[in-house]
């Protein structure tokens, strides 16, 4: 008899065990605003949201940027975002290690293939902004720049 109550009691266990880690994983994947997730380095022209890099809106306040870092160059080459509103940037690589750091913010986040990276800002005043590379990623390494612009 007690058999059986350790067996309900193992299975109940076991349940419990297994739904904490699916929570934990299912949240591990849903983080908007800061964190990383796996792509396939291969892959990412037909990987959403990278498919069609640029700016989404995500809703009044909430824009997505999408981009595509990779020697030596960052895609899409156009980026205009509003000011006062959540910019969620989401970042990957198709080759190299490089960054995506904007000049003169916090924003300084680094772009591993395999790795989206999430970082969510908020641009307080309108301008033009100088985005770099800062991680060494090649002869064209200093060239790798560009700009985004927020009005
Ligand atoms: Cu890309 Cu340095």
């Avoid at 299975?11 to 929570?23: A, D, P, Q, R």
């Avoid at 997730?37 to 990278?50: G, H, M, N, R, Y």
């Avoid at 960052?74 to 910019?87: D, N």
């Avoid at 800002?121 to 090649?138: A, M, S, V």
């Amino acid at each position: 008899k007690f058999e059986k109550i350790w067996l309900v009691f193992g299975i109940i266990s076991l349940i419990v065990f297994l739904s904490i880690v699916g929570v934990t994983a299912f949240s591990h994947d849903h983080h908007p605003s800061g964190g990383t997730d796996t792509i396939d380095p291969k892959k990412v022209d037909q990987t959403a949201p990278f498919d069609n890099p640029g700016v989404t809106q995500i809703d009044e306040d909430t824009y997505q940027v999408a981009i595509v870092a990779s020697a030596f160059s960052y895609a899409p080459l156009e980026l205009r975002v509003p000011a006062g509103k959540e910019i969620i940037f989401k970042v990957t690589s198709k080759d190299v290690v490089h960054s995506f750091t904007i000049d003169d913010t916090k924003v300084n986040m680094m772009v591993v293939p395999g790795q989206i990276t999430t970082r969510a800002y908020t641009f307080e005043k309108p301008g033009k902004y100088l985005i770099l590379c800062n991680e060494y990623c090649g002869t064209g390494h200093h060239f790798m720049f560009t700009e985004i612009e927020v009005h």
